[in-house]
């Protein structure tokens, strides 16, 4: 019987070739050492995969006698390494390793930033969950030329740290973590919402710093709108906003009851004393209290609101019945007391 014409007889190939072929078939599917445990692994950006490889092999989770290098090179899988951190182990095999190499299969730390926290509570968070000094954090918020640079127009991050859940490498630094809050906030402002902000006269700044009072405020989500319909309409007549969460974050007792003195505390946040905006935001607000300031409730004519105790308030067009709604609030809690 006659071969087709480029066909090698596998009695024609030798056996060293084929017991070579065999040993590193078993070598790249074989395991290190199935009983052992995780090692972290850095891959640097730009890294060769030689090594990388040598880096695996010092990790202990390679043999260095595994032809993995060929292998990946063979497949063209030597360029697609992704860099990061990973968490790999002897026990999986050289082929599974570079799967997870190729497909980017790096350590990530779940992280939930939730609305309405200040700047300080975030870089708490953030240590909690990533083990990243505060002050680590609180040296990178204070370099203004770099905050420029991120397109923060203030002097500090309060209000540009975006609250939502992220999934971040255990080891990201202090300005990468800050750097990916801030796009995520000055991200949500897209063409609509610029435009929008053109359209009421407002600035990014602006609208960070209200939706932060509205965020401070509002419990019941169906108010937010209204809420910051009431805010626009004191800002429209020139009347100070009067909002107890401003005073609150100028005393750095944000969230805590105030006494009538702390109204009269001359701060540049206590908008019982200075009207106009605050200098800049008390919190991170959502997207949803940032677009509540963009397009507040229309046809509101409301000015005050005061807290009914259960999570909503009782709004108002004037000062007579803004008071008769205190004195009916103050009655009904003192009756709850007494009962």
Do not use: K
């Amino acid at each position: 019987m006659r071969l087709a014409r480029g066909l090698v007889p596998w009695a024609a190939v030798p056996a060293a070739v084929v017991v070579a072929a065999a040993c590193a078939g078993w070598l790249l599917a074989a395991p290190l050492d199935r009983r052992a445990t995780p090692r972290r692994v850095r891959v640097p950006e730009g890294a060769s995969f030689e090594g990388v490889r040598r880096e695996l092999v010092r990790a202990e989770v390679l043999s260095p006698r595994a032809p993995l290098a060929l292998w990946a090179r063979l497949r063209g899988e030597d360029r697609r390494v992704r860099a990061g951190l990973y968490e790999l182990s002897a026990a999986l095999s050289p082929l599974e390793i570079l799967r997870a190499l190729v497909a980017g299969e790096t350590l990530a730390v779940r992280v939930t930033l939730p609305e309405g926290v200040t700047r300080e509570r975030v870089f708490a968070l953030l240590g909690e969950s990533l083990e990243i000094p505060a002050d680590s954090l609180r040296a990178a918020a204070a370099d203004t030329a770099w905050l420029s640079r991120l397109g923060v127009a203030a002097a500090g991050l309060e209000g540009y740290l975006f609250p939502d859940t992220y999934l971040w490498s255990p080891d990201a630094g202090a300005r990468e973590l800050l750097a990916e809050l801030v796009r995520a906030c000055l991200g949500r402002f897209d063409a609509a919402r610029d435009e929008r902000l053109l359209e009421i006269g407002m600035t990014r700044h602006e609208a960070l710093t209200l939706a932060s009072i509205v965020e401070a405020e509002v419990r019941d989500p169906l108010e937010r709108r209204r809420v910051a319909a009431v805010y626009h309409n004191r800002l429209r007549l020139g009347w100070p906003l009067q909002a107890d969460p401003t005073v609150a974050y100028a005393l750095g007792r944000p969230g805590r009851p105030l006494a009538r003195a702390d109204l009269e505390a001359d701060l540049p946040y206590n908008t019982y004393r200075r009207p106009g905006l605050p200098p800049g935001p008390i919190c991170s607000p959502g997207l949803a209290c940032i677009d509540a300031v963009l397009w507040p409730l229309e046809g509101c004519e409301d000015l005050y609101f005061v807290a009914r105790g259960d999570g909503t308030h009782a709004f108002s067009r004037s000062l007579e019945e803004h008071n008769r709604w205190v004195r009916a609030i103050r009655a009904e809690r003192t009756a709850r007391g007494a009962g």
